[in-house]
């Protein structure tokens, strides 16, 4: 089986759709740079339509967005013949992830925040007590946080 692994940048939003069976597949359009810049300054670039299944792309989903670098191992890299609603016929290169890992995030207008804030993230902070605690450290690998989505 032919893999491709690479530095990329995400050029949408990713789009998690369900199954008929209920496994989640999130849809990531990613892009390739590749060879010289040209007399505009910018590389060549190649667009990959690529897969992400299963709770891996629930937990990520929310932190592909626009812009984001990630750094990918792609299985089964191959060339997809569609039909446009118009009748045109094109090609796409589509591959599943198999490995992901986030590099950068998109710069945003208020550089503070991340680009898209997790939803869940409010619901876990602990309410300030005007008591002060010592902190804790964690013994055991038990002991951390298994929600980490990467």
């Known amino acids: ?7 990329c940048t995400l050029g949408k939003d990713a789009d998690v759709r369900y199954r008929d069976d209920g496994q989640a597949v999130a849809n990531l359009d990613l892009v390739f740079d590749y060879g010289k810049k040209g007399d505009d300054g910018l590389r060549p670039s190649q667009w990959i339509r690529a897969s992400l299944w299963g709770k891996r792309a629930e937990a990520l989903a929310e932190y592909l967005t ?3 670098q990630i750094s990918v191992v792609l299985d089964d890299p191959h060339i997809k013949t569609d039909t446009s609603k118009d009748g045109r016929e094109f090609v796409n290169l589509v591959a599943r992830v198999n490995d992901i890992e986030l590099v950068r995030r998109p710069k945003t207008e208020d550089s503070d925040r991340p680009a898209r804030q997790p939803e869940r993230q409010a619901e876990r902070q602990p309410e300030r007590q005007a008591s002060v605690r010592q ?3 964690a013994s055991r690998a038990d002991d951390f946080d298994d929600d980490i989505p990467f």
């Open 135 to 137: 902190p804790q450290r």
């Open 1 to 7: 089986m032919a893999k491709l692994i690479g530095l």
């Open 66 to 68: 626009k812009g984001t």
